[in-house]
């Protein structure tokens, strides 16, 4: 029931190797699926979070034949307090998918939570749990990456044309690509980025094209400034651009080598700068086998590289200051063969522009795409919020941003 408060069972372990404190903080009786992990997920103060889970089995479906089934389901959207494990109901009959996170997020006043639900854009009152359409998305479209400035005066989103996939059933389930990805990149299904206006109360398309465009970010405090990804294989995509909406402007931030250069999961950074993860190799038919995390201003000028001695994480976070990194893996060297278990702490050095990874702890997670590990800084930079379904169902953990207890070798 909207409005109801429950207490999650919350457990506590100590990982083997680090001996740091990790907690579970959603009680493993369903599946918990939070904000992706560079969407606004968190008040300010980080004492608050989003998931949204089906265990009070008051999720409803309007329309069946819409695209893009939630990966695990559907679910309604909760508000969770990370030191007690209350968590309070939002809505009720929503339809929320889950599996990849991409669906909601909170604002840092903690006042209101956005979130797409039954081909909806919709907002949610944390004070008074009323919920109102802002938008209604047409079934033809799948909708991607909800994203807002820290204002919440701008929110972006982008829709992909729905396309019929003869290719995705063969589609590996731990694969790093969606399934049916190179079909989807052949197929080039029409995209458009949408901004959407909460003062004015209006919409405008920004970009759009046929590439499947996704991973939408707005410049955390700037409305006009956008970045954006064309999906796909990473090889083959121009995979990094930014628009400005004031002036029009479209630009690759970052212009790949065809097939060479991999850049991926790219995010603003706390202060504005644009974030991304590297990779590299000399021909197509070699694996890539330098990796690195690259950070530049806005407008692609003052970039630095951070190089990893091996394999670099699949994911990564940075912290305010720019000088730590989590991630979803923790390769400390070529002998260890389960380092992609890891919840890694990357330590950037400006000197010889290294990433070195130490490990926090395991998170022990499938591996499927619903199940990503997404490991995020709380807003004090203190902890790491991560999921995983190692128990079972997908679940949120917590555990300290402790550099002096790290592994940082073995």
Not at 113 to 138: D, G, R
Not at 243 to 261: G, M, R, S
Not at 315 to 325: C, K, N, Q, R, Y
Not at 361 to 390: E, L, N, Q
Request: net charge negative; hydrophobic share 35%; with cysteine.
């Amino acid at each position: 029931m909207k409005g109801k408060t429950f207490q999650m069972a919350m457990s506590r372990s100590v990982d083997p190797l680090t001996n740091l404190e990790v907690i579970r903080i959603t009680d493993n009786k369903a599946n918990y699926d939070r904000p992706y992990f560079t969407t606004p997920q968190f008040t300010f103060d980080g004492r608050y979070t989003l998931f949204a889970s089906d265990f009070t089995h008051t999720s409803v479906i309007k329309n069946p034949d819409a695209p893009a089934v939630g990966k695990i389901g559907f679910g309604e959207l909760f508000l969770l307090e990370l030191e007690t494990g209350k968590a309070l109901q939002l809505t009720q009959g929503e339809a929320i998918k889950m599996g990849h996170g991409a669906h909601a997020m909170l604002s840092s006043d903690g006042k209101s939570a956005y979130y797409y639900s039954n081909e909806h854009l919709k907002v949610v009152s944390l004070e008074t749990l009323e919920s109102s359409s802002l938008m209604e998305i047409p079934i033809t479209y799948n909708f991607h990456s909800l994203t807002m400035t820290k204002d919440s005066r701008y929110i972006a989103f982008t829709v992909v044309e729905e396309v019929p996939l003869l290719t995705a059933r063969f589609a590996n389930p731990l694969a790093e690509a969606a399934p049916g990805a190179r079909e989807r990149f052949y197929k080039e299904p029409s995209s458009l980025v949408i901004r959407y206006d909460t003062h004015l109360k209006s919409a405008e398309v920004v970009a759009g094209g046929h590439h499947r465009i996704t991973h939408v970010s707005l410049h955390p405090d700037d409305g006009n400034s956008l970045l954006f990804c064309h999906d796909g294989p990473w090889h083959l995509v121009q995979r990094l651009w930014t628009a400005n909406v004031t002036t029009d402007v479209i630009a690759p931030l970052f212009v790949q080598q065809h097939n060479l250069e991999g850049v991926v999961h790219e995010f603003f950074t706390p202060s504005g700068r644009v974030g991304a993860q590297y990779s590299f190799r000399y021909k197509p038919e070699m694996p890539f086998f330098l990796f690195a995390d690259i950070y530049m201003d806005r407008d692609g000028k003052n970039q630095e590289r951070f190089y990893y001695r091996y394999q670099r994480p699949g994911h990564i976070s940075v912290s305010t200051d720019e000088l730590l990194a989590v991630g979803d893996a923790a390769m400390l060297s070529k002998e260890v063969e389960d380092w992609q278990r890891y919840v890694s702490l990357v330590r950037y050095n400006r000197e010889d522009h290294s990433a070195r990874a130490a490990i926090l702890c395991a998170h022990d997670t499938s591996g499927k795409k619903s199940a990503h590990v997404h490991p995020v800084f709380t807003p004090d930079d203190r902890r790491i919020v991560y999921s995983s379904d190692s128990e079972g169902f997908l679940n949120i953990y917590t555990v300290e941003a402790d550099e002096s207890k790290a592994l940082w070798t073995l």
